[in-house]
């Protein structure tokens, strides 16, 4: 980790990846996730070549915060968000949820948990079951939790997300893919989540639909105070969202700061090359 | 147009399109979509009529079975005349099919009887077969597959798929003839023929089982380990549904088509007659008597049976069809 690249934060080693746990401002809330020397590997079945896709990576993300992870396809960036909300392999080293080491809890208590993190996925389509409406689809997670979702109708769910209560009784193909993005986030708001993970929410949408998705994730945040992690190779996107960015290159984190600071002057090779990458940059640059 | 306002800025309120056209425009297509199904089915079955026509004509004549080799040619040319085989092919044809489809399916040579009526009798014999049959192959085969899906690349997977692949491969006759060694020679717990009693049925269900089991088994670890690596599945996850609801409520509930499909498909094809099951244990079934009439060059009755067969054939197509329009949302 020597050519990690930590810019603006405060009473930190840079040179060493727990320093990573130093992006959050402390006043803003309690930690709601914490990932420390997070190592996941994969093996290949066949060759059993094993190929490592998070390579001794930290942060920490507090109530109220939005932490991007930026990278290009293959940099680990998923697996990271999925080791941390318990659905993918979780490898080694450390990930607590709200003080809780998955490593350490029971089934029951990953269970309660796991609501405590909602995911929305890249592909919203592909993330509704096709052969459940709607309101099918809230009902189940109602019944399945019912304490935990009774603080809002349906109606006023949909209000939130910006879709009309006609969409209820309509299936995933019958939905657009705004609307379809829509139903997702509303599915994770619904469970009250502390900390919203957002795997490139916006890639599989029209240019038009990304920037309302955008804005409503935004304002779920400011609105509800749960956190956010978005999982992004788009850095205009992170940058109309995220506070802070961790940069990640085949599995490491190889420069970490608040957005401002990382896209104004960027100091590691890579991220200039993926600011250098970004649509309009050589207009910027001459600006 | 309906707008919420995010950070102090209008945004459009996403809006669905308009449910009336468009529900009266998918009636109309789904209608469309239906019509076409029937009118090819409808079609598969002519085919399969004038097929079963005309290998009853190229099988040989049958008054060389009936009368024996030393009959004259006048007393052939009789019993020609009075089955009305000396008219023209084409005048036989549109007499059969008129028979085909107002329940008239001949009479057997060999019988002297209604074919209709023959079919009726041993049909009851059938059903119950592949009914038991096909029970234990959907018990067996689905939670087999399901559960290789579930623990891919493990010892749980290979050991299912080596049952699957058994299953398979062992000749139908053989297995059947093995468990009746075990089970009615040497351990002498059940019956090894004839029908009558639930014991009578269960070797023969058993062997009946085995084939389909094996299919079934092998395409519900195919399409459920598709359905598990589906985004949603690792949503519904994320949501905090448990395992099971989210293999048998989510995962299974959209696997179900295909298997459901040869569920179907393979109940059809043992409905047509299951030869070599029903002559291993003498069960008194259409597969009996459709090789009692290959046996006698009883071409009606083959004829018969064949059309019955593809009747049912095309009834469970159809039947596929509709399981597959109420199932999936996407179909209506």
């Known amino acids: 980790m020597s050519d990690v690249v930590q810019k603006g934060m405060p009473g930190g080693d840079a040179r060493h990846p727990r320093a990573l746990e130093q992006t959050a401002d402390p006043e803003r809330g309690a930690p709601v996730l914490e990932v420390d020397d997070l190592v996941v590997e994969h093996r290949n079945r066949r060759t059993g070549e094993v190929f490592r896709a998070v390579d001794h990576v930290s942060l920490r993300i507090g109530a109220g915060e939005s932490v991007a992870v930026v990278g290009e396809s293959g940099s680990g960036k998923t697996t990271l968000a999925m080791a941390a909300t318990g659905l993918g392999t979780r490898g080694e080293g450390d990930i607590r949820l709200l003080g809780h080491s998955l490593s350490s809890v029971g089934r029951k208590q990953l269970r309660r948990l796991r609501p405590e993190a909602q995911v929305v996925f890249q592909d919203p389509h592909g993330s509704l079951d096709p052969r459940q409406s709607v309101l099918s689809g809230l009902r189940e997670l109602r019944s399945l939790q ?38 997702c986030i509303a599915r994770a708001l619904l469970m009250r989540p502390r900390l919203i993970v957002a795997d490139e929410p916006t890639s599989g949408l029209d240019v038009s639909v990304q920037a309302d998705v955008l804005a409503l994730l935004k304002e779920i945040r400011a609105t509800t105070g749960a956190a956010l992690l978005m999982i992004s190779h788009d850095l205009a996107v992170v940058r109309s969202v995220c506070d802070v960015v961790h940069v990640m290159y085949h599995g490491r984190v190889v420069e970490s700061g608040p957005c401002e600071t990382v896209f104004a002057r960027p100091e590691h090779e890579y991220t200039r090359e993926l600011l250098a990458a970004m649509p309009g940059a050589r207009w910027r640059s001459r600006q | 147009m309906k707008t919420g306002t995010v950070n102090n800025v209008a945004v459009p309120m996403a809006k669905p399109g308009t449910p009336g056209k468009n529900g009266k425009k998918a009636r109309a297509g789904a209608l469309r979509r239906a019509a076409a199904r029937v009118a090819a089915l409808l079609a598969s079955l002519l085919i399969a009529l004038s097929m079963a026509f ?279």
């Open chain 2, 54 to 332: 005309m290998l009853g004509r190229l099988s040989g004549d049958p008054t060389t079975t009936i009368l024996g080799p030393m009959a004259t040619p006048e007393q052939r040319e009789a019993l020609r005349h009075e089955l009305g085989l000396d008219r023209p092919l084409l005048v036989q044809y549109f007499d059969y099919l008129k028979g085909v489809f107002t329940g008239d399916l001949g009479d057997s040579l060999q019988f002297y009887q209604s074919n209709t009526s023959m079919i009726m009798d041993r049909l009851p014999f059938t059903l119950q077969l592949v009914a038991g049959g096909m029970a234990l192959a959907i018990l067996v085969g689905v939670p087999l597959g399901v559960l290789a899906a579930r623990r891919e690349g493990t010892w749980w997977d290979r050991a299912a798929s080596t049952v699957a692949l058994l299953g398979q491969s062992v000749p139908v006759f053989w297995f059947g003839m093995m468990l009746v060694v075990l089970f009615a020679v040497n351990l002498g717990w059940l019956p090894a023929g004839q029908s009558g009693t639930p014991a009578h049925l269960v070797l023969p269900a058993l062997t009946m089982s085995v084939y389909p089991m094996a299919q079934i088994a092998r395409l519900t670890r195919a399409s459920m380990s598709e359905a598990l690596a589906e985004p949603y599945i690792d949503a519904a996850k994320a949501r905090g549904i448990t395992g099971r609801r989210v293999v048998w409520r989510h995962a299974f509930k959209n696997a179900m088509m295909p298997i459901l499909t040869i569920v179907v498909l393979q109940t059809g094809i043992l409905l047509s007659g299951a030869v070599a099951v029903e002559y291993v244990y003498s069960w008194p079934g259409l597969g009996q008597l459709a090789l009692q009439a290959i046996q006698f060059r009883d071409f009606p009755l083959v004829q018969a049976i064949v059309v019955f067969g593809a009747l049912v054939f095309v009834l469970l197509n159809l039947l596929v069809d509709v399981i597959h329009s109420i199932v999936d949302p996407r179909v209506r």
């Open chain 1, 146 to 183: 019912p304490e935990r979702t009774s603080w809002i109708e349906d109606t006023a769910l949909l209000e939130r997300v910006r879709l009309e209560p006609s969409i209820l009784d309509r299936y995933p193909h019958q939905l657009s893919g705004g609307q379809a993005q829509r139903v």
